[in-house]
């Protein structure tokens, strides 16, 4: 059940439909490795897309592939959380089924900064997950110039926290034909935090709610880059257009 109420307030905090003008990319699976020369994601499948082609695609039966390499880091540490820097590549590929191409779709780079963040106490919490977000830039399949943002999340590390590779539990990429400021803002539809909770053991979910923290508000936070606090239940602070 409490699984169940998680799912829904994470489906609650970001919109549920794209902008139009825009396709929605997800992908399970692969694995998320790096150092300070950037982290690389690698044997990342496309398992949904909205927007493009037949919208066939599954974990079952994927259309594609998903991969990235960001900058180098720029300040803090792979296993404490820190930033890297923009550039580097991101390529979201089709494999001729469920109504898409055989190649590439979208072909750029990251466009700013990309956040590594660590959701629980290094050496502490059990069980200890990171998220990637940030926004991307380049050429979409039809040839223009297009952009959007990506948010990945990975499965649990354990205690130690990264250590040079992780398993990817699921992410999210949105593009837009017309870039928004509120691009991250249209990640509801993949919803990065649904594929990770439905497919993880149960004693995995206490990462969800380490020291008494809302998940809710953790995720809202890292989306939208304000302070977890703005968002607690019964603030008086604005929060972000779209949340409610």
């Known amino acids: 059940m409490k699984r169940i109420v998680w799912m829904a307030l994470l489906a609650l905090a970001l919109p549920l ?4 003008g825009s396709v929605d990319f997800s992908n399970t ?17 496309l398992t949904g897309v909205t927007g493009l082609g037949t919208g066939m695609c599954s974990t079952a039966i994927p259309c594609g592939t998903v991969a990235f390499t960001t900058g180098t ?14 550039g580097g590549s991101f390529t979201i590929s089709g494999n001729g089924t469920a109504g898409l191409p055989a190649g590439a779709i979208f072909t750029g780079s990251f466009s700013g900064p990309v956040t590594w963040t660590p959701l629980g106490t290094i050496g502490v919490d059990g069980t200890i997950f990171y998220t990637l977000t940030g926004r991307i830039s380049g050429t979409y399949i039809n040839g223009t110039t297009v952009s959007g943002a990506t948010v990945q999340i990975t499965f649990n590390t354990g205690t ?28 509801g539809t993949g919803l990065v935090g649904l594929a990770v909770l439905g497919s993880m053991p149960r004693r995995s979910l206490g990462m969800m709610a380490h020291d008494g923290e809302n998940p809710l508000t953790t ?13 607690e239940v019964g603030s008086s602070k604005r929060v972000p257009m779209g949340i409610v």
């Open 17 to 20: 439909s794209a902008f139009a």
């Open 29 to 45: 699976g692969g694995t998320l490795s790096g150092s300070s020369a950037g982290l690389t994601l690698t044997g990342s499948n």
């Open 73 to 86: 880091l720029a300040s803090g540490d792979t296993t404490n959380g820190g930033v890297f820097n923009a």
């Open 160 to 187: 130690g926290g990264f250590q040079g590779s992780v398993a990817l539990g699921s992410g999210d990429t949105v593009i837009s034909t017309v870039p928004e400021p509120g691009t991250l803002g249209l990640l």
């Open 219 to 231: 995720f809202q936070a890292l989306l939208f880059g304000i302070e977890s606090s703005e968002l």
